[in-house]
C-alpha cells in the first residue's frame, strides 16, 4: 500500500517562501510520476505541477511558473515543492499525489493521496 505524507505548509506572509516534503513508502518511488494539486475553499481541487519518475519532466500550472518548482529525490522517496514569491491567492490545502503510467494533471488519475498540508499566505 502506497502512502504518502506531506509536510512543510504554514503561515507566512506575501512574498515569502515555504518548501513542501512529501514522503512515499511502500512503493517503488522512482516508477511513479508525482504531483501536487491544491485546494482552496469552495474550490476544486487545483493541478499544480507534476514531475516524471527517472527523468524529472516537469509541468507546470501558467500561475505558477516562476515562483515555484517541483523536484524528487528518488534516493530518499520524496518529492518537493520550492514555492517562491507565494501570494494570498497560493492559500490553500496542498496535496501530493502518485500515480503510474503515464503523467496526467487530472487529479482523478492519480491513484495515491496524502492527507494534504494547508499553506496560508497574508497580504
Known amino acids: 500500500q502506497v502512502q504518502l505524507v506531506e509536510s512543510g505548509g504554514g503561515l507566512v506572509q506575501a512574498g515569502d517562501s515555504l518548501r513542501l516534503s512529501c514522503a512515499a513508502s511502500g512503493c517503488t518511488f522512482s516508477s511513479y510520476f508525482m504531483a501536487w494539486f491544491r485546494q482552496a475553499p469552495g474550490k476544486e481541487r487545483e493541478f499544480v505541477a507534476r514531475?516524471?519518475?527517472?527523468?524529472?519532466?516537469?509541468l507546470y500550472v501558467e500561475s505558477v511558473k516562476g515562483r515555484f518548482t517541483i523536484s524528487r529525490d528518488n534516493a530518499k522517496n520524496t518529492v518537493y515543492l520550492q514555492m517562491n514569491s507565494l501570494k494570498p491567492e497560493d492559500t490553500a490545502v496542498y496535496y501530493c499525489?502518485?500515480?503510474?503510467?503515464?503523467?496526467?494533471?487530472?487529479?482523478?488519475?492519480?491513484?495515491?493521496w496524502g492527507q494534504g498540508t494547508q499553506v496560508t499566505v497574508s497580504s
Open positions: 499525489a502518485a500515480k503510474s503510467g503515464f503523467g496526467s494533471s487530472d487529479p482523478t488519475q492519480y491513484d495515491y
Open positions: 514531475i516524471s519518475g527517472l527523468r524529472a519532466v516537469t
